[in-house]
Each structure stands twice: as C-alpha cells, then as structure tokens.
C-alpha cells in the first residue's frame, strides 16, 4: 500500500469518526447499525477503520454513509 493510500484511509476514518462522535454514537453503536443495513461489521473493524488501519470497501462506505445519514462527498471531499 502506497502512502497516498494510507494517507486517504487515515483521513477517512478520521471523518468517519468525526460524524460518529458528532451523532453521539459509541463504535458499538455505530456497528450495530452499519449490520442493521447488511454490512457486517464489528466494533473492533470500525475501530480500525477510524485509525486509518483497514481498508474499506465501496459497499461498506455506502453502509456506514445510510448508518450516518451523510452523503458520500461528506466522506470523500478534503
């Protein structure tokens, strides 16, 4: 993995924490509605995705877009 890549995953993550918290969600929380829309994910996962340390996929970033209620680009824009 190149450092642009884990450079974009570290952002990402920081987003997505950034609306988890904003929302007043614990990544218990947040994991347990991510699986509510089909994605499997465990708290553990969310916490790796939040630190940049795993990678996501195109469908698990549409799940936790619908568990957030945020558009793509709140995820994706710098």
Do not use: P, W
Not at 11 to 26: F, N, P, V
Not at 47 to 61: C, P, T, Y
Request: charged share 30%; net charge positive; glycine share 6%.
């Amino acid at each position: 993995m190149s450092a642009l890549d884990k450079d974009f995953d570290r952002q990402l993550g920081r987003r997505i924490q950034t609306y988890r918290q904003t929302q007043g969600l614990t990544q218990q929380q947040l994991a347990a509605r991510l699986q509510i829309h089909g994605c499997d994910l465990t708290r553990s996962a969310v916490a790796k995705i939040e630190a940049g340390q795993r990678r996501i996929s195109l469908r698990e970033l549409k799940s936790f877009c619908i568990a957030l209620e945020i558009a793509y680009e709140a995820l994706l824009d710098e």
